[in-house]
């Protein structure tokens, strides 16, 4: 006879076990596969190459920056700087910062569209209980203190989920996970550059050593945010391609 051992009783359909079969009341049927679940293989195109760009805007600011220090360091030793050269370092300082601040604009939205995505995944990949709505995955980069720890809390939910072994996850379940270390890794350097950004401010000494001294911590700082922004790359793809191992793990 079919279906032994199946539950006789009507009611809602039930996923086995293996999350390749569902059962209507009556029957086993093979699922069709994840209902809900869209690519991300669009939005992590557009979030790598916003993010390589802001790399290469960031190459750009620290070019800029090297030669400010040049003329800062010149005028400050006494060997001297020709006003020319003075305005062109102002110019470039200017111009880089501009570029710099709109592909980093490009970035945020690109990235937060992947990650809007990414989580808004998350039901249809089998996760039940979670913390974060697609909407707040966005939300929370936006609210002081709190944005110190809820992105971070965010992909490392969204990697649980998409754990490709388990066809169904509850926030039990996932506790048992670890995200990888490479995520706690991105959000520290992340972290860290903005610190010492805010530390530009508070540099002493007259108005050409603090210009220089504002300077050279720009330059750590770019280097810490451009190493995140690489880290960000590898995770964007990483969890692109988890996601979608666990569709196929789902799709019968």
């Known amino acids: 006879m079919d279906n032994v051992g199946a539950p006789l009783s009507a009611g809602p359909p039930t996923i086995s076990a293996d999350g390749r079969w569902l059962w209507n009341g009556m029957q086993w049927t093979a699922r069709a596969g994840p209902t809900g679940f869209r690519s991300l293989n669009a939005h992590r195109t557009w979030a790598v190459a916003a993010l390589a760009a802001w790399i290469a805007s960031a190459a750009l600011q620290l070019i800029a920056d090297a030669t400010r220090i040049n003329v800062a360091s010149a005028v400050i030793n006494g060997t001297g700087v020709s006003l020319t050269d003075a305005q062109n370092s102002d110019r470039l300082v200017s111009l880089a910062a501009l570029i710099h601040l709109g592909v980093f604009v490009l970035a ?3 990235f937060l569209m992947w990650l809007y995505r990414a989580v808004a995944n998350n ?3 089998g996760a039940y209980e979670l913390r974060f709505t697609p909407g707040w995955a966005v939300g929370w ?3 002081p203190f709190a944005n110190l720890v809820r992105p971070l809390q965010i992909i490392a939910e969204a990697w649980r989920a998409a754990d490709p072994s388990a066809s169904r996850s509850t926030a039990e379940t996932r506790s048992h996970l670890r995200a990888p270390a490479m995520v706690i890794a991105w959000w520290l350097l992340y972290l860290i550059g903005n610190v010492i950004a ?3 401010r508070w540099t002493s000494g007259d108005p050409l050593t603090r210009l220089r001294g504002a300077t050279e911590l720009d330059i750590v700082s770019l280097v810490v945010l451009s190493a995140a922004a690489g880290m960000a790359i590898t995770l964007v ?3 692109t391609r988890r996601e979608e191992a666990k569709v196929r793990q789902l799709t019968p």
């Open 108 to 110: 945020a939205v690109a």
């Open 123 to 125: 039901h249809a990949l």
């Open 141 to 143: 980069w936006f609210v």
């Open 198 to 200: 805010l530390f530009e």
């Open 237 to 239: 793809v990483l969890l």
